[in-house]
T-cell receptor
């Protein structure tokens, strides 16, 4: 059975802290791993990773895939209160299997 | 970028009634759409894959007769929750894959269903 697991389930930090979110997967047909941010309703796309070892960056967020370890991490540096959200990891291709999510709360 | 529109955003209904949720791809054609369900503080759970012109593919444990899916055109998929019960209360969200850009999957805004 395909499975995507994220850790930690919940994280509470202060503004300015750096956080690392983890995602591990066991799927029979892996093509890509995606990270989404869900604040209220629809998840918004962050990154799509297909190749191992290549870091993707967008501002204070970065992510990397390790196909050997079947995992990925999402880093957020200098966190802000606006980063508070549920971060979802999903494994493709099109029929995405979502992980459990990590609920991040950033306090001033 | 591509947009997926979902209606209604929220709906309250009585037990035993049916509720229809629409998902439209606004500026691209989607031969496939996905329907997810999300309970509070939980992740998105894939319910079914909607296929234009053919039957939907349901995930294990999802009742076909309970959650009717119709993919009537290349831009519209509907999910009907039949004979709704309070335990069907949940957040339902659709998505459609788009091959024209880097973001492979676009999500609708979701529908919060509350069954009284």
């Amino acid at each position: 059975e395909d499975k995507v697991v994220q850790s930690p389930l919940s994280l509470v930090v202060h503004e300015g802290d750096t956080v690392t979110l983890n995602c591990s997967y066991e799927v029979t047909n892996f093509r890509s791993l995606l990270w989404y941010k869900q604040e209220k309703k629809a998840p918004t796309f962050l990154f799509m990773l297909t190749s191992s070892g290549i870091e993707k960056k967008s501002g204070r967020l970065s992510s990397i895939l390790d196909k050997k370890e079947l995992s990925s991490i999402l880093n957020i540096t200098a966190t802000q209160t606006g980063d508070s959200a549920i971060y979802l990891c999903a494994v493709g291709p099109d029929k995405l299997i979502f992980g459990t999510g990590t609920r991040l709360q950033v306090f001033p | 970028g591509a947009v997926v529109s979902q209606h209604p955003s929220w709906v309250i209904c009585k037990s035993g009634t049916s509720v229809k949720i629409e998902c439209r791809s606004l500026d691209f054609q989607a031969t496939t759409m996905f329907w997810y369900r999300q309970f509070p503080k939980q992740s998105l759970m894939l319910m079914a894959t909607s296929n234009e012109g053919s039957k939907a593919t349901y995930e294990q444990g999802v009742e076909k007769d309970k959650f009717l899916i119709n993919h009537a055109s290349l831009t519209l998929s509907t999910l009907t929750v039949t004979s709704a019960h309070p335990e069907d209360s949940s957040f339902y969200i659709c998505s459609a894959p788009w091959t024209g850009g880097r973001e492979k999957l676009f999500f609708g805004s979701g529908t919060q269903l509350s069954v009284l």
